[in-house]
Structures are given as structure tokens and as C-alpha cells.
């Protein structure tokens, strides 16, 4: 897709907000989620919760990224999934506050994850259109994104005191209806080839597994989705194991993981510039080993120390992997690429991640008492073989700085 004129091109204060109110309602649900289960006495509901997510990133993401790049504006499309996601996060809200059959509240969930999970990557390609260097640029908008994370965050605890609240989801819903509105102050981005006939695959998405015929790209994906598997604990599990240790306003600690992500991104371009691309890919996984291996060390200290590392163990891997999307890939692939990671992310991955995550913490309690130590011990090995795969199989333009 070309880059639109100059005078068509939304400002970067535009793109800015953009991405800090699509992040600030997904903070305030997706982080107290567990411990609002929990507290609704659905709390053994969590892992398949979670793992509507990744049913929905199966068919959503494509399916939608394939208008996006074919036949519809993404601005758009977003419009309408934000205004969609925000009737079916009060429906799941209704549906715990009124005490439904637990495949009920599923259902609801299910719908939810559908119409939110094409959000992120929408959202993405959008802000790749408008920009000119996505190596420079990109970083430093797409921390406004963890900013709206963390106030998200604390607004959950600090301002609402909705850490096991449905307060939080409500209050999420109507930011949606923010979102929403935003779109209206965006140029359109028309898509960058408009198809007359197209055939099952284009319309379902499924073209865009051609991506996986090159070895580099197909390593990215792939270990996208492999490294999502031990990831996918972080939230849930974290969440659980601060709640044990008896620290209150969790939410809003758990944040303090979004205050390393945002440096990490300011630096990411000079980065990127200097070191070669796997370096940087290897260290982010890396890091989320030695972060794992500090929870399994059990105090709050320790736990509190490795969640300061998760910005490192997710910026430097998948942030990074964005960028090398809109930089490797043909323009017109933008939106699939980007919808292809998060359905490799959030479908593989994190429904790997969430019902083994579950099997695996069900395997560490025993009597409601959670072996912290050896679960956390367990998801660092897996993190490990992640590392070690990918550093064998990635091999990248070794002449290139990047």
C-alpha cells in the first residue's frame, strides 16, 4: 500500500491517542479478569475464559484483515469492532452479575473475544500506513499504547478499587465507546488492492499462510506462537501469586511491568540500528527466562523484580517482530501479516498457554495451596527450549545492521 499524501496523513498526536485508548479499556479487564472470576465463585472458568481468545483468533483476525487489505478501510473496521466489542463486554459483565450456567457466561465470553480480538492488529496497520520510517517511528507511539495499559491499571486500583470488580469491565465497555468515536477523527486508509471476485481463501484470509514459505519469516511466526505458550502465564498467574503473598491494588503492581516496555520502546529504533535483528529477537526471550526464574524464587520482592522485566521479555520480541512485518513484507500483505501473527499469538499460543497454563497450576495446588516455586520453575524450562529453538533456526541477513 502506498503511504498516503502528507496532507492526508493523521497527525501523530492523533495516532498517539489512538493507540492509548484502544490499550486503556484492554488493561482494565484483561489483567483483574482472574481474580473478578474468582470472585464471582467462577473461578475455575479462567483458563477456558482465557482461551476464548485464542478460538477467536483463529477465524476473527484473518477473516477481518482480509477486508481490511482487500476491500474495506481498516479505519472503518475498527469503528465497528470497537462499538461491537463494547456491547459484548457488558453482556459477559451481565451474564457473571446475574449468576448464568457457566457455558452461558462462555458463550458471552466467546462473542466478546470475536469481535476484540482483530482489534489490535487493525489498529496496528492503521498506524503502519501513516508512517514513513516504521523503524524510528514506531516505538515511540506504540509506548503510548503501554501508557494507556498502565492507567488502565491503576484506575482498576487506585481510582476505582475494582481489582475483583465487574466495576473494572464496566468501566472498560464505555471506554470502548471512546475508541470508537476516535476513528471519526482518522483519514480513511482505503485497502491496497480492491478485489472484484475473490476466492474462499482471499475472503477467509488463508492466503496470507503464503508468508510461511520464507524460512526467516516462518522462524518469527513460529516462535511467536511458541513463545506465547509459557507467556500466556504472566497475567493470570502473577495476578494469583501476588494475591497469595497478600499484596493489595495488584493490578495496578503488575503495571510496574509497562514502565520497563515503555523505555524499552524509546530506545528500540537506536537499537534496531545498531544490533542485528536476531540479537535482539534472542534477548527478549532471554530475559523472560531469567524474569521467570526470579518468580519461582517465591517472595514479593522477587516476584515484583521479574515483573519489572517483562517489558524487555515482550518489547524486544514482539514489538520487534511488528516491525520487521511492515519492513520485510510486501505492503499490500500489511493487514494479514500483522493479523497472521496475532492469530499465531492468541490462537496457538495462548490457547496452548492458557489450558496448559491451567492444567499445570490445577497439577501445582494441592488443598487450594499452590506450589509457587515449581510452577514458575516449569514455565522457566519451557521459556528455555523456546530460546534455544529459535536460536538455532532463525538466521536472518547477516551483512544487515538490522
Known amino acids: 500500500m502506498p503511504n498516503p499524501a502528507p496532507d492526508a496523513k493523521a497527525s501523530r498526536k492523533s495516532l498517539a491517542t489512538l493507540f492509548f485508548f484502544a490499550a486503556l479499556p484492554m488493561g482494565m479487564w484483561n489483567v483483574p479478569l482472574a481474580n473478578v472470576f474468582a470472585a464471582h465463585g467462577r473461578g475455575h472458568l479462567v483458563p477456558w475464559v482465557l482461551a476464548t481468545t485464542s478460538v477467536a483468533a483463529f477465524f476473527s483476525p484473518l477473516f477481518v484483515a482480509a477486508l481490511a487489505d482487500q476491500k474495506h478501510s481498516p479505519v472503518t473496521l475498527l469503528r465497528w469492532l470497537t462499538g461491537l466489542t463494547s456491547l459484548a463486554l457488558l453482556l ?17 465470553a466467546q462473542v466478546q473475544a470475536l469481535v476484540s480480538m482483530p482489534v489490535w492488529s487493525v489498529t496496528s496497520s492503521i498506524v503502519f500506513s501513516q508512517l514513513h520510517d516504521a523503524k524510528r517511528q ?4 506504540r509506548a503510548w499504547a503501554t501508557g494507556g495499559w498502565m492507567v488502565g491499571c491503576w484506575i482498576v486500583s487506585f481510582v476505582l478499587r475494582a481489582d475483583a470488580s465487574l466495576v473494572a469491565a464496566v468501566t472498560a465497555s464505555g471506554l470502548w465507546l471512546v475508541v470508537m468515536a476516535l476513528t471519526w477523527r482518522l483519514p480513511s486508509v482505503p485497502p491496497p488492492v480492491v478485489l472484484r471476485q475473490r476466492t474462499w481463501g482471499q475472503i477467509l484470509g488463508l492466503s496470507a499462510l503464503e508468508l510461511l514459505k520464507n524460512r526467516d519469516h516462518r522462524v518469527v511466526f513460529i516462535t511467536a506462537a511458541l513463545y506465547c505458550i509459557p507467556l500466556a502465564a504472566f497475567y493470570p498467574y502473577t495476578a494469583r ?19 520497563t516496555e515503555i523505555l524499552v520502546m524509546l530506545v528500540l529504533a537506536g537499537l534496531l540500528a545498531r544490533v542485528r535483528l536476531k540479537w535482539v529477537f534472542l534477548s527478549g526471550i532471554a530475559i523472560c527466562v531469567v524474569r521467570y526464574a526470579f518468580n519461582a524464587m517465591g517472595t514479593t520482592a522477587w516476584v515484583m523484580t521479574g515483573t519489572l522485566l517483562h517489558g524487555f521479555a515482550y518489547t524486544l520480541y514482539f514489538i520487534t517482530a511488528q516491525i520487521y512485518l511492515e519492513e520485510r513484507i510486501d505492503p499490500k500483505w500489511r493487514v494479514r501479516a500483522q493479523a497472521l501473527l496475532a492469530l499465531l499469538m492468541s490462537g496457538v499460543g495462548n490457547m496452548l498457554g492458557y489450558l496448559g497454563g491451567g492444567w499445570w497450576y490445577a497439577a501445582c495446588t494441592k488443598d487450594t495451596i499452590t506450589n509457587w516455586p515449581l510452577f514458575w520453575w516449569g514455565e522457566t524450562a519451557l521459556t528455555a527450549v523456546v530460546c534455544v529453538f529459535f536460536a538455532l533456526a532463525y538466521r536472518g541477513r547477516v551483512h544487515s545492521p538490522a
Not at 138 to 141: D, K, N
Not at 241 to 259: E, Y
Open 92 to 108: 459477559t459483565c451481565g451474564s457473571l452479575f446475574w449468576g448464568w450456567s457457566d457455558m452461558a457466561i462462555l458463550a458471552c
Open 138 to 141: 514506531f516505538g515511540p507511539l
Open 241 to 259: 501469586h501476588l494475591s497469595d503473598l497478600g499484596l493489595s491494588n495488584i493490578s495496578a503492581a503488575i503495571s510496574l511491568g509497562q514502565t
